[in-house]
């Protein structure tokens, strides 16, 4: 072999080697950490010297915006004043001061939704109740209007009983009072 096949085949083992090894890369997830120090200074820019250090979350008072520098004139809660970034200010405060309240809201509504569903099982059984109690006043209903009807009924016929009656009385009496009347001439 000479030595061109030699360093081919060389190169080609190296290949193969390194092929058939994993690479060595991370194999499960990272999060960029939110901890971030920002260093407030004496005057606008990383050439003066810093006055104080902060931690993020820090709520700072900002004095002045340098628009053109994009550097903050702000006091810290010591009462240091000095230069900042102003891309590291934000209008509320950072996620992590927020996160135990929004869990404990989260925690509130999913207890309160507990009790909602709850609640609402129970007026679905009552509806259901109720729809039944309804449904049994209703045929109670229908009952009792068929009753009146007969009643209606069977007091107009003891009226037209009644008249035929009266009626009938007073033909007699007109066929007694003619008969009496004709033995009177």
């Known amino acids: 072999m000479n030595r061109a096949s030699t360093l081919l085949l060389g190169a080609w083992l190296l290949v193969v080697a390194v092929a058939g090894v994993p690479a060595a890369r991370a194999q ?3 999060w960029v950490t939110d ?3 920002v260093t407030v200074r004496t005057g606008k820019g990383p050439e003066y010297a810093i006055v104080k250090v902060l931690g993020s979350g820090t709520a700072v008072r900002v004095l002045e915006r340098d ?4 550097y903050a004139r702000v006091r810290t809660p010591g009462g240091e004043e000095g230069w900042m970034l ?3 200010l934000m209008q509320q405060p950072a996620a992590r001061e927020r996160l135990p309240a929004l869990e404990a809201r989260v925690a509130e509504l999913e ?4 009790r909602l569903a709850g609640r609402l099982a129970s007026l679905e059984s009552a509806g259901a109740g109720a729809e039944q109690h309804a449904e049994a006043l209703e045929k109670e209903l229908d009952a ?9 009924r069977g007091a107009a016929l003891r009226w037209l009983l009644w008249g035929g009656g009266v009626a009938l009385a007073g033909v007699l009496l007109g066929l007694l009072a003619g008969r009496s009347r004709r033995r009177q001439w």
């Not at 628009?67 to 994009?70: D, N």
């Not at 207890?111 to 507990?114: C, G, I, K």
């Not at 068929?146 to 209606?152: A, F, M, Q």
């Open 67 to 70: 628009p053109e520098t994009g």
């Open 35 to 37: 901890q971030l120090s």
């Open 28 to 30: 499960t997830t990272g």
């Open 86 to 88: 102003a891309r590291y």
């Open 144 to 152: 009792l209007h068929g009753e009146v009807l007969i009643l209606r």
């Open 111 to 114: 207890a309160e939704n507990e």
